[in-house]
């Protein structure tokens, strides 16, 4: 099928996303105000220097690739942010669920915050029927943490094959949607903006409408992947590598911030002090192997254990490396022991004071963390403690995932709250 020129202008200036009348996925679309987004965030000095990204994939036509660039501003934006996506010129404008299709029965979830590129479909019972995450560890091997530029690159260059190999999976076809789920933070700008350009994109193209999540609010649903119940009200703690916190959820819907952290989450610390020890990345599932050989024998502080719902883990991290400093005969096992006990205590304390003053059914504990077999283990036990339902999610979908994307968004659609799909990096709990 040939696409005229001037349908891609009319796509150009009509604003939203670049359409074309085919109905073949070919390559990553951004509309116009992410593009502008996306060229304040490179245009100035993080430009990257690799200047030979793909414009176009899959079946692109050179011949169509070459015309877009009539438009210097988008030519710009293609440049940097590599293949721009195009799909079916019959934009429904269908923004509602149709409840009607009882064939649409899986959200199509998508998460690119951070630096893992995950595609789920999920069904309302939270069976999930197939998912993809592609992980950038290597990327970001060498820098020793995240960075952020190359992140959202690599999800652009992921994005579209895991989209594809997902639907191929379970054999769906956009008919089979309900809706479509996707982060909207908190999270990197870029790597965000990649998965909304790309959910906004298919919304159009596919006649599906698209949400726009809280990823806080998908680890907290995490927990009810594959058969997994809370009872309300409930206590939630979410340990990961970006957050930590403590809140009160009286209903699905109704969220109580208690408190956060005032400086490292806990899942940083972990790394951190994996890194100190030379354990690698990621330092999470490091740190507990070597703890569970080791015995928690140095006295380590407990920050703020005394003190309400806040945290604050900076200090126990600068500690540990004092430890180390000065008392290299102690193993890293019992470093590691010492640590997490440290780490452990506080959060115990935490949930154990919010169980005694809310009073609530469950105890929920989701984010990155809370893999752990340790904080599994004294988790039950302050649960068994106050007599609640402690509500973890399977270890596999504890770290970031779309699976609790897209099982979050059946909240939204229920609670018929769609919020726009633009990037809020700073996204709180509160907020959807
Ligand atoms: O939830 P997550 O995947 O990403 C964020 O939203 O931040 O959490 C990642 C964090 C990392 O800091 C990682 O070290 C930690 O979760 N983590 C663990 C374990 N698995 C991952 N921490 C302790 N024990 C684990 N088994
Ligand atoms: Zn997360």
Redo the contacts with the bound molecule.
């Keep these: 099928m040939t696409v005229s020129e001037a349908d891609i202008v009319q796509c150009i200036t009509q604003g939203g996303v670049v359409l074309l009348p085919t109905d073949t996925v070919l390559g990553l679309a951004v509309s116009p105000r992410h593009g502008a987004a996306i060229d304040r965030l490179y245009g100035l000095k993080h430009r990257p220097r690799d200047k030979n990204l793909p414009i176009m994939v899959a079946d692109a036509d050179d011949e169509i690739a070459l015309r877009i660039p009539n438009d210097a501003q988008l030519l710009a934006v293609l440049r940097e942010t590599g293949p721009l996506l195009v799909t079916s010129a019959n934009r429904s404008g269908a923004q509602t669920p149709d409840t009607t299709n009882e064939a649409a029965a899986l959200i199509l979830g998508i998460e690119t ?2 630096d ?1 590129t995950s595609v789920a479909l999920v069904d309302r019972s939270g069976h999930v029927a197939a998912i993809k995450t592609v992980s950038q560890y290597e990327v970001h091997e060498a820098f020793g943490g995240v960075y952020p530029e190359l992140a959202s690159r690599a999800h652009l260059e992921a994005i579209l094959p895991t989209i594809q190999s997902v639907m191929d999976e379970a054999s769906a076809t956009p008919k089979d949607l309900t809706a479509i789920g996707v982060t909207r933070g908190p999270g990197l700008i870029g790597s965000l903006l990649v998965g909304l350009s790309t959910a906004e994109a298919l919304s159009m193209g596919w006649g599906v409408p698209a949400y726009g999540v809280n ?1 806080l609010r998908g ?1 907290i649903r995490s927990v009810e992947l594959e058969g997994g119940q809370t009872e309300f009200p409930a206590v939630i703690m979410l ?5 930590t916190l403590i809140a009160e959820l009286k209903d699905p819907w109704s969220y109580r911030l208690l408190g956060t952290t005032r400086d490292d ?4 610390s ?2 951190k002090v ?1 890194r100190m020890l030379g354990l690698g990345m ?4 490091a ?2 192997r070597a703890a569970k050989l080791g015995r928690p024998v140095l006295r380590l502080p407990r920050p703020m254990k005394n003190e309400g719902y806040e945290f604050s883990f900076s200090g126990l991290k600068s500690s540990v490396a004092r430890h180390i400093e000065n008392h290299p005969e102690v193993s890293l096992e019992d470093m590691s022991a010492s640590f997490v006990a440290a780490c452990l205590d506080v959060l115990v304390a935490k949930a154990d004071r919010a169980l005694a003053e809310c009073k609530p059914r469950s105890l929920v504990i989701v ?3 809370s ?3 340790q ?1 599994r283990d004294a988790m039950a036990q302050v649960a068994d403690h106050h007599r609640v339902n402690l509500c973890l999610p399977p270890v596999k979908w ?3 995932n779309a699976a609790m994307i897209a099982m979050a968004t059946w909240d939204y659609i229920e609670r018929g709250v769609q919020p726009a799909l633009f990037p809020k990096p700073n996204l709180s709990l509160e907020t959807p």
Excluded: F, M
């Design positions: 915050s951070c893992d990823h680890h340990v990961s590598g970006g957050h989450s806990v899942g940083e972990y790394d994996a990621p330092g999470g599932p740190i507990d984010g990155g963390v893999a752990s077999p904080l504890a770290t970031d």
